[in-house]
């Protein structure tokens, strides 16, 4: 099955228990789409969502519409390498009635209806020995003790100053007023 190639269309079929609003609202959001896709997805006639992919894409479709609520059909094609026509650009479906492209996501994934979107980051921290390390080396201890020490200010040596007194009659030009 590996070596074997896959069309992909949808007929509008959906899955029994499947409401029909709900799936709409899937394939729109699966596809990108606006309400004129969708509702060319779900006009009666095949539309060819992929043409010529493996089985493992065919897989991943299958299990995206599945989970949209819908019925994907897988049609096999035949595997002559000179009949096999090239793929369309990635992230694009060929809507059968209309040659236009439809933009697509490469991957096709229904987001779930709970929880995170996203996986959680694993971070990897080395181990690291900290039984070494303590806050206290005493058992009577206080908060006082987890205080750094405040060193006190030096003390300014004035020893080598002194002060004259003034000369009454030099001329200074701050005497003057």
Known sequence: MSDMLFDLSFEGTLAADADPAVVR?????????DAAGVARLFSGQPVVVKRAVDGATAARFELA????GAVLLLTPTPTEPAAVAPAPPPAAIVVADNPRFIAAPDVLEVLPQDGFIEQEAVVKMPALDTSYLSLVTAADWSLADCQLPVAPAPV???????????????????NEL
Request: proline fraction near 3%; glycine fraction near 0%.
């Open 25 to 33: 609202q899937h394939l729109a959001a699966l596809f990108k789409l």
């Open 65 to 68: 519409f599945h989970q949209a």
């Open 156 to 174: 300014a040596d004035f020893s080598h100053l002194s002060l004259a007194a003034l000369d009454p009659t030099s001329t200074r030009k701050d």
